[in-house]
């Protein structure tokens, strides 16, 4: 389950991690709304989700750290935090391993990613 919630995005398709397992979607439509924001369409070809509408903001330049807003089946919208692997090095890094037990989670804060995504380059 380690790779749950990835995501990658190519030319053509939006991949995203499942239980471990990748998703690929095709890409409809790429919009580019200003120099921060991206409207991506996807098209599904099951019956339990069509298409799937994701706004994509660039919160910063130098570590290409992104918002990802969609929404779940209801209509409830998700917003996600993500950096590319290649800016991992702006960021402190917690491991949570142990050969002989699982150690306690670490508690995170709560982001607020529909304030930060209003705060993005312009």
Known sequence: MGA???????D???IYWELG????????????IDSSKLSVKTGYSNEI?????INIYQIDSRTRLTVFETSDS?????Y????????????DMIV???SSMQPMEFQFEVIDHKKISKHRLK
């Open 12 to 14: 053509s398709l939006f």
């Open 80 to 91: 996600n935090l993500y950096i590319p692997k290649e800016s991992m090095k702006y960021f």
């Open 49 to 53: 989700a069509k298409q799937r509408k």
């Open 74 to 78: 209801k209509g409830k919208t998700i």
């Open 4 to 10: 749950s919630g990835r995501v990658t995005i190519s």
């Open 21 to 32: 397992e990748p998703a690929a979607i095709p890409i409809k439509s790429v919009i580019k």
């Open 96 to 98: 949570n391993y142990s």
